[in-house]
């Protein structure tokens, strides 16, 4: 949907931990209303509504899911998350979140207290799943297969971290320590050379910003569908169990031990 100039200045001066959501409530209330492009009167009324007392308490989930926008077509999607993103979500609902959090946190809920999840579909991590609670990455590794190489640079031209090396041997030789799983290497040999040996996802545990901030702790490896649904429900499971007061899951999550199946 389009926004006007004073909209879209109006909406950026929003917090940014609510600016999503204040967003897309601010569309579909200009939708309703039969508009096209939405105007600063749309983002003054739904802005005061959503920061009143009460209003923000009343939109509070109880858990938060944010995806980049790698399933629009996205050509650096390593792999899709789409279908990962409906097993987490059922997993959300049926921990019922905002049932623990209303019965353990004193006071007003607010939008801190909710537990966040954000899958990107590539390393490049558009969502920010280093700073929430769980975060994940759609991953493929690489591996240099018996094709012959033409030794034409296309790998190393294509990767972004300068993890591949083609001046000691024929076949290409990649760095695990440097490569980030992004599978643009595969995708640019032209003769099959580099392969696609695994595919899955990359986990990462317990990131915030706020006062405090650390990026997320990562599960070594790639994790297959099975085992992602698995430590998120591991994950939740630990959180209603060690969190009082509206302790973040971060802040209970010291080892990754806590958690991992
Ligand atoms: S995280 Fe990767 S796949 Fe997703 S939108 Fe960003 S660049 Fe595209
Ligand atoms: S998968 Fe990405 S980071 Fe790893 S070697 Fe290939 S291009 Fe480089
Ligand atoms: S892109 Fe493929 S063929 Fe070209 S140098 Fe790399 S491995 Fe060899």
Known sequence: MKWSAEAEAAINAVPFFVRKKVRKKVEAHAQSRGKKEVDIEDVTSLKKKFLSKGGMENEIQGYDISTCFGGEGCSNSANSCAELLVGIQSIMDEAEILTFLKKSVPGGLKFHHEFRVSLSDCPNACSRPQIVDIGIIGAVRPVAGTKECTRCMACVDACPDKAICLETKEHPLIDQDLCLLCGKCITACPTGTIEKSEQGFRVLLGGRLGR????????????????????????????????????????????LDQVLP
Do not use: D, M, W
């Open 212 to 255: 405090h901030p650390r990026l997320a702790l990562e599960v070594p490896g790639i994790q297959s569908q099975q085992k992602v649904l698995a430590i998120v429900e591991n994950c939740l499971t630990f959180y209603k169990t060690h969190s009082k007061n509206g302790n973040r899951f971060s802040k209970i999550l010291t080892s």
